[in-house]
């Protein structure tokens, strides 16, 4: 029955209704949060180990293009050609060329010179000589270009190694001479790795790992292949894919080095990018079941505002229902609908009271005034009797009973008044209840004009998001034109590439436009960068104003679902108007039967009237007493019957009375 109650009240609905209107709109946020936030979190994932890919091979190629260029200067020295042709006796010259070419580069790396045998001529350290005819990057670097090795362990120093070795040419006869090469750390590429990325590996041409951001890879580990893996077989420079081998979900992002052929992988574990977004999406809940409080809060303390008053009201009209006058003491000062309401049930209580009043009053002098008349007329049936034997009596009795009929004229005037005043007071009510209805009529009109502007705001709204999203589609105008300067970086990068190239074949005559290409090459480099930037800056753009626009979108949404609850208020406003009819019909009744009670009492100020007539004439004609007795006789039985109906309507009219305390 208690649950029944709840369902049904006031309260409990505006209360839910508040936390509906908070709760939809929160839930329908986190989901749009959680799932746009995974989605830009793969999209910016995918992007972040695509420029670690790509950055970490231009790193990957400047280091060997340095070692590269280096060597070809080297190979390509007149010393160098004079000392494998067998014309420089005194090889000091050479080695020290190679030491200082060690030393530029801070590493301590072998430059090993061999002849066309393949055995070694001269080395940098103090090494054994030793042949190296088997070498594959020998082999390759003896048929005229530079050539980069696989990973490989070398025999005499137990390490693993890279090697990057050029022809040494006769600048006469275009005849190799021999062949330079010199050693590279595979540990060297493992520091750049594990600064520049948390996951990536590089990986040699027959898909060995050559180094890893994560771990040092030793001469005696066992070397993982990759050869099946999609960056082997695919036949692809770059490309992107989600790979499942490590039993979860990673993205990789893959590009080849042109000079050495190795393969640069960068990976982001997917379970990281969805834990960032749902992180982002915990913050949004915790945040939103705050202000959920906040709206409970704020809903009890709106509630009572609403209910508490018409609550006050409803005590009121039930102790009016048992007869009581209560008056209301609290909420009289606000000045809202429910301040007007608690007033005018106040005005509405003291003027029941009034009228009641007086009513009490007159019943009770009606009630003494009937008792004394039934008294004087059984008085006169008894004296009837003795008429002939008292002459004198009847007519000193006939005197007393006129002036007692003359007080009861006028206690009946006393009525005919108080009565009159009820009416008076029940067609006050009824005017209160017209301008109940009125106000009512004039607050659901007020509703309905609200109503309009809240869909004149909607379609302002959709106009605000239709600018949003040409401003998102000039954004993304931009962006194209932002691909288009790192086309133009990457093609002048292109061409700086080649000019080094030339420079080192150039010899001494060419350094001075390596240095110029090399700055032709930092200035794409930035250039792309910048581009990059921009890129970046105008996905956000375009990420801020797709927000905007789903924002828009929400709002639209919510305010429809305002629309809804006005409507719904407009319906309640309407029953409102049915009840204050109804209240104005009974009003109307109350009048009605009002004016009944008037022309009853008139009609008895008429019968006493004519009573006081009765008893001058009795008292007059006390001459002619003994031949009017019987006249007499049934003049005092009609008298009795109205004095016993008068006293019956009188103590029903005190009955009635006593409901009102």
């Known amino acids: 029955m208690r649950l029944t109650k709840l369902k049904s009240s006031v309260k409990v609905k505006l209360i839910a209704l508040m936390l509906l209107i908070a709760i939809i709109p929160l839930t329908v946020s986190v989901i749009i949060s959680y799932t746009s936030s995974t989605s830009s979190a793969k999209k910016s994932s995918k992007e972040t180990v695509e420029w670690q890919a790509k950055f970490i091979e231009s790193e990957v190629d400047k280091m060997l ?105 006769d600048s006469t006869t275009k005849k190799v001479l021999g062949v330079v090469h010199k050693t590279f750390d595979p540990n060297d590429i493992h520091e750049l790795l594990k600064e520049e990325a ?62 050495s052929g190795f393969t640069v992988c960068a990976a982001l574990k997917e379970s990281e990018i969805i834990k960032a977004a749902a992180n982002g999406a915990s913050l949004i809940i915790f945040v939103g079941l705050a202000l959920i409080l906040v709206v409970l809060v704020l809903s009890f303390f709106i509630a009572n505002s609403f209910t508490d008053p018409m609550l006050e009201v409803n005590k009121l009209l039930s102790a009016l229902a ?68 008292a002459v004198q009596d009847i007519a000193s009795g006939a005197t007393e009973q006129a002036r007692e009929v003359q007080n009861s004229v006028n206690n009946a005037g006393m009525i005919t008044e108080a009565i009159e005043n009820v009416q008076g007071s029940a067609n006050s009510l009824n005017l209160l209840a017209d301008r109940m209805r009125n106000a009512s009529e004039t607050s659901g009109k007020s509703l309905a004009n609200f109503h ?127 009840d204050i009819e109804k209240t104005v019909e009974s009003v109307a009744q109350i009048s009605g039967e009002t004016d009944v009670c008037v022309n009853s009492n008139k009609s008895v100020s008429n019968a006493m009237a004519s009573l006081s007539a009765i008893s001058e004439e009795n008292a007059a004609a006390t001459e002619t007493t003994g031949a009017s007795v019987e006249e007499l006789s049934a003049t005092v039985s009609t008298l009795a019957e109205s004095a016993s109906n008068l006293k019956q309507i009188a103590e029903k009219l005190n009955e009635e009375m006593q409901f009102f305390k």
Do not use: W
Request: a negative charge; hydrophobic letters at 40%; proline letters at 2%.
């Open 198 to 259: 948390d996951e990536a590996f590089l990986v040699d041409k027959n898909g060995d790992m050559i180094a890893h951001s994560q771990f040092e890879i030793k001469a005696d580990d066992e070397v993982q292949n990759f050869s099946s893996s999609p960056y082997m077989t695919s036949g692809e420079k770059t490309g992107f894919y989600i790979s499942t081998a490590p039993g979860y979900p990673v993205y990789l992002c893959y590009t080849k080095n042109e000079l």
């Open 65 to 169: 293009n340095n070692s590269l260029t280096a060597l070809t200067s080297f190979a390509a020295s007149p010393q160098t050609i004079a000392f494998l042709k067998g014309e420089l006796k005194d090889s000091s010259k050479v080695k020290q060329q190679m030491i200082d070419i060690n030393k530029s580069f801070n590493d301590d790396n072998t430059i090993v010179m061999s002849n066309t045998e393949g055995m070694m001529v001269l080395r940098s350290d103090e090494g054994k000589l030793k042949s190296i005819a088997e070498r594959d990057y020998f082999q390759n670097a003896l048929k005229g270009s530079p050539f980069v090795s696989n990973v490989f362990v070398s025999s005499v120093t137990n390490t693993r190694n890279i090697c990057i070795a050029v022809p040494v040419v």
């Open 452 to 578: 309009d502007s809240s869909e004149v705001m909607t379609h302002k709204i959709v106009d605000i998001a239709e600018k949003i999203s040409d401003t998102q589609n000039a954004v993304a105008d931009i962006n194209a034109r932002v691909e288009g300067i790192s086309g133009i970086a990457a093609q002048t990068n292109l061409l700086s590439l080649n000019a080094s190239i030339e420079a080192a074949r150039a010899g001494d005559a060419g350094k001075g436009f390596a240095v110029v290409a090399d700055e032709i090459r930092k200035l794409a480099d930035d250039s792309e960068t910048l581009a990059k930037e921009i890129h970046e800056v105008m996905e956000k753009l375009l990420d801020e104003s797709t927000s905007a626009v789903n924002a828009a979108n929400e709002i639209i949404e919510e305010n429809k679902s305002q629309q809804a609850a006005l409507e719904q208020t407009i319906e309640a406003v309407k029953g409102m108007l049915s």
């Open 322 to 389: 048992n007869g009581e006058f209560v008056k209301i003491n609290k909420y009289a000062k606000r000045d809202d609908e429910f301040g007007q309401m608690v007033n005018n049930s106040n005005a509405v209580v003291d003027k029941l009271q009034s009228i009641v009043g007086h009513i009490k009053e007159s019943s009770g002098t009606v009630n003494a005034s009937s008792e004394e008349l039934s008294e004087m007329a059984n008085q006169i049936a008894s004296t009837t009797e003795s008429v002939a034997e």
